[in-house]
Every structure is written in structure tokens, then in C-alpha cells.
């Protein structure tokens, strides 16, 4: 069994996931309190601020994927180590 994960990929995913977080977030900061419009501007202020939090969120569980990952990855080499070690204990080869 192989686990195959781009590691740099991953992270560089939840940089940007992290990065467009941080563009809504100025951009909501941006959106002046009243734009003649009624209550418009508050309203698209509302909800850029939810996705925002949605974006940060992602960003933060792709981080916390990719700790899983490599946790399993570690698991996985550890245990075929000792699968191995075990195996040559039992078994003996000869060329």
C-alpha cells in the first residue's frame, strides 16, 4: 500500500485559501457603511464576511488534512517496518 499526497501542493492550497480569506476580509472592510443604495451594502457585506469565514475555515482544514496525512504516512512506514522486521525474523532468505 502506497499513499501518494503532494505535500508542498496541499499547503500551497491552503496558503491561497488562506490569502483569499484575508482579500475578502479587506474588501469587506472596504465596502463603505452606506453607498445610497439602502441597504445593500451591508447586506453584501454580511454575506462576503460569511464566505470569508468559509474560505478561512477550508484553509485551516486542508492544513489539518494534510497533518492527518502525513501522520498516516508515518504510520504506514512504521508499521511495514516492523511487518518487515518480523517477516525476515520468521522467514530466511537466501539468494
Same mark, same amino acid.
Given at each position: 500500500?502506497?499513499?501518494?499526497? +503532494?505535500? $508542498?501542493? /496541499?499547503? =500551497?492550497?491552503?496558503?491561497?485559501?488562506?490569502?483569499?480569506?484575508?482579500?475578502?476580509? %479587506?474588501?469587506? #472592510?472596504?465596502?463603505?457603511?452606506?453607498?445610497?443604495?439602502? +441597504?445593500? $451594502?451591508? /447586506?453584501? =457585506?454580511?454575506?462576503?464576511?460569511?464566505?470569508?469565514?468559509?474560505?478561512?475555515?477550508? %484553509?485551516?482544514? #486542508?492544513?489539518?488534512?494534510?497533518?492527518?496525512?502525513?501522520?498516516?504516512?508515518?504510520?504506514?512506514?512504521?508499521?511495514?517496518?516492523?511487518?518487515?522486521?518480523?517477516?525476515?525474523?520468521?522467514?530466511?532468505?537466501?539468494?
Amino acid at each position: 500500500m502506497s499513499i501518494n499526497v +503532494d505535500h $508542498a501542493g /496541499l499547503r =500551497a492550497v491552503a496558503s491561497e485559501l488562506q490569502d483569499a480569506a484575508t482579500d475578502l476580509d %479587506a474588501s469587506c #472592510a472596504s465596502i463603505p457603511a452606506s453607498t445610497g443604495t439602502g +441597504d445593500a $451594502a451591508p /447586506l453584501l =457585506a454580511s454575506i462576503l464576511t460569511t464566505f470569508s469565514g468559509t474560505v478561512a475555515h477550508l %484553509a485551516l482544514e #486542508a492544513h489539518l488534512i494534510g497533518e492527518r496525512v502525513q501522520e498516516c504516512e508515518d504510520a504506514y512506514v512504521e508499521t511495514d517496518g516492523a511487518v518487515s522486521t518480523r517477516l525476515s525474523s520468521v522467514f530466511e532468505v537466501s539468494s
